[in-house]
């Protein structure tokens, strides 16, 4: 295979607009961008010189002014509580006993479980992240997030099943513009552990959704109710683990992006609303 020129390599390294480049022309003029791409490029490539000429003179991380910081490395659970103690592990207990209050699954035996749903069940997984304290800015906290491996579920799920609509920026745009201009009275909304408050539906069919925690997740679960989940412990290869019906759309799986949207733009046309099918 012949080497690649200088300017694809520096395209591919900073993975920005890859184009294919002429055989017999191997110098920028080959390289052709439209004037929007070229700002693009142009904004890119200042921001990045910017940052960089920060840094250089801070010479170090820390010294950079809290602006420029970014907290954004994730850890497993394992490595977070190796790398931060109690702390890591105080969030994870924190994060599996909403999930546990929320009902976002129940255990069960795996007896009752069919071979099919044994081989499909997901792997559970928690992440934490470090953060800004929005209160207090100066100091950091610890956030944990439990998620399916949904990865399982592509080789059974059609894509029509677990693809979500999604505004298009174009629409986001336009109606900005709308109301920009009319004066309109613009509100934004978040919704705090959205997909956990989707329900699944699993009437009329005989198909559950099965999820396993193993390890120091085990372990979370039955420090908060050791009643509920300690006659459900198997042992696999020598490790403690659980099996779960999950009730809730968990994040991480494919199709629990649809299960909310179906839900929240249904309970909005109760109430009236309708949608704009732009």
Do not use: W
């Amino acid at each position: 295979m012949k080497e690649q020129s200088y300017l694809q390599k520096l395209e591919q390294v900073h993975n920005l607009i890859v184009q294919s480049i002429s055989k017999k022309k191997n110098d920028a003029t080959s390289l052709k961008y439209n004037k929007e791409q070229g700002m693009v490029l142009a904004i890119m490539i200042s921001e990045i010189r910017r940052r960089s000429a920060k840094l250089s003179k801070a010479k170090r991380y820390q010294d950079l002014p809290k602006s420029e910081k970014s907290f954004v490395q994730t850890y497993t659970v394992l490595k977070g509580i190796k790398k931060f103690g109690k702390k890591a592990l105080d969030a994870s207990l924190k994060e599996m006993q909403q999930l546990h209050e929320r009902v976002a699954f129940e255990p069960i035996s795996i007896k009752n479980m069919t071979p099919q749903e044994r081989k499909r069940a997901m792997e559970s997984l928690i992440f934490l992240v470090e953060k800004r304290n929005i209160e207090n800015p100066d100091e950091k906290e610890l956030k944990a997030r439990q998620c399916a491996n949904g990865s399982t579920q592509r080789a059974y799920m059609s894509r029509e099943e677990a693809s979500s609509p999604a505004s298009a920026t174009k629409s986001v745009c336009i109606t900005s513009t709308i109301d920009a201009k009319e004066r309109r009275e613009v509100a934004t909304i978040d919704v705090p552990n959205a997909f956990i408050r989707t329900p699944l539906d699993y009437k009329g069919t005989d198909e559950r959704i099965i999820m396993k925690v193993r390890g120091v997740i085990v372990d979370l679960l039955l420090m908060i109710d050791a009643e509920t989940y300690g006659n459900h412990i198997v042992y696999e290869n020598g490790r403690k683990v659980i099996y779960l019906v999950v009730l809730k759309a968990l994040y991480g799986m494919l199709h629990s992006a649809l299960l909310f949207y179906n839900m929240f733009r249904s309970n909005l046309e109760k109430q009236g609303f309708i949608c704009n099918p732009l």
